[in-house]
């Protein structure tokens, strides 16, 4: 499975990411995990991804060039990639969205509208 994972840049439980990312893996093995570079939840996804041998790509909003447009075009981005490396090795691909915000909310979106399946891990 190729799975994005997103949530807050506040988002402290690391060991709960830990724990919602060991169960899907388990259920569903992950093999490439796609993130989006800021602290929170997608620094706890990048650290279990690393520590469990699973390929990761971190996709980074370039604020600079795109101001407060940077956060939904990375979020596209990745969600594109996502979807044609999944198409490639023929895996299915989903998103696990942890506790966030606007941008959380956004990645959200557009994965349902993309009919990307969405999981919500609740604490």
Request: proline share 3%; net charge positive.
């Amino acid at each position: 499975m190729i799975v994005i994972a997103c949530g807050g840049r506040d988002f402290a439980d690391g060991a709960f990411v830990v724990s919602a990312l060991d169960a899907l893996h388990r259920k569903t093995p992950i093999s490439v995990l796609l993130n989006g570079g800021a602290p929170g939840a997608d620094r706890h996804a990048l650290v279990w991804a690393a520590s469990a041998g699973v390929d990761h790509i971190t996709y980074h909003a370039n604020w600079k060039k795109h101001g407060r447009a940077a956060g939904p075009r990375r979020n596209a981005e990745m969600l594109k990639a996502a979807i044609s490396i999944g198409a490639q090795l023929g895996e299915t691909v989903g998103v696990v969205a942890f506790a966030g915000g606007a941008g959380t909310a956004d990645m959200k979106r557009q994965s349902q509208k993309a009919n990307v399946k969405v999981w919500e891990p609740v604490q």
